[in-house]
Antibody, heavy 128, light 112 residues
Framework: QVQLQQSGPGLVRPSQTLSLTCAIS??????????WNWIRQSPSRGLEWLGR?????????DYAVSVKSRITINPDSSKNQFSLQLNSVTPEDTAVYYC??????????????????WGRGTLVTVSS | DIVMTQTPLSSPVTLGQPASISCRSS???????????LSWLQQRPGQPPRLLIY???NRFSGVPDRFSGSGAGTDFTLKISRVEAEDVGIYYC?????????FGQGTKVEIK
């Protein structure tokens, strides 16, 4: 059974760095048919895709323009996990953060590009 | 960015009655491969989103057949044929045709 286990602090001070980790069981972060995403959810912004990392003979990243200057998503093959770092946070970054898998193919082998697996979420509050 | 707009934002439904949610995208969701990557997610209270439907009308594994999706281009619909108590939650449409991935604002389904 594939699972995503999130970890990281729930409180971050303004101007500091938000750091979360998503540990994968039952799949590989280096899979050639999945991408590993971070999404956040807040009452003001709703669900907001932040970025992803994926491996296709080499590592790639895609980031949302809104956070591109502040975000880093790194894979760690040795621990089979991936991480989110968001720098220079403000109270507007307060949200529930989710990691999620985007599968390229469905069970029939057809292109799917669906978010089929989500972590349980981590509430991160930015406050002094 | 592709903007996803859902209507209604709230849908009070009687148990056993149907429910319908619409989602409109600001541009066509047809991918260069000819497929349309529009998904529907369900979020129950206190839980992460859960995939229900992908590529407009494909039910994900384990999703009851009372859930169905339809549509094309920029207009899509999620239908619940007979609402059950466990269907209470917020439903989101989501597109994975283009970057950035974007979501609708959500439709709250509640029991009358």
């Amino acid at each position: 059974q594939v699972q995503l286990q999130q970890s990281g602090p729930g409180l971050v001070r303004p101007s500091q760095t938000l750091s979360l980790t998503c540990a994968i069981s039952g799949d590989r972060v280096s899979s050639n048919s999945a991408a590993w995403n971070w999404i956040r959810q807040s009452p003001s912004r709703g669900l907001e895709w932040l970025g992803r990392t994926y491996y296709r003979s080499k590592w790639y990243n895609d980031y949302a323009v809104s956070v591109k200057s502040r975000i880093t998503i790194n894979p760690d093959s040795s621990k089979n996990q991936f991480s989110l770092q968001l720098n220079s946070v403000t109270p507007e970054d307060t949200a529930v953060y989710y990691c999620a898998r985007e599968g390229d193919y469905d069970n029939s082998g057809y292109n799917a590009f669906y978010f089929d697996l989500w972590g349980r979420g981590t509430l991160v509050t930015v406050s002094s | 960015d592709i903007v996803m707009t859902q209507t209604p934002l709230s849908s009070p439904v009687t148990l056993g009655q149907p429910a319908s949610i619409s989602c409109r995208s600001s541009q066509s969701l047809v991918h260069s491969d000819g497929k349309t990557y529009l998904s529907w997610l369900q979020q129950r209270p206190g839980q992460p989103p859960r995939l229900l439907i992908y590529k407009i009308s494909n039910r994900f594994s384990g999703v009851p057949d009372r859930f169905s999706g339809s549509g094309a281009g920029t207009d899509f619909t999620l239908k619940i044929s007979r609402v059950e108590a466990e269907d209470v939650g917020i439903y989101y449409c989501m597109q994975t045709t283009q970057f950035p991935r974007t979501f609708g604002q959500g439709t709250k389904v509640e029991i009358k």
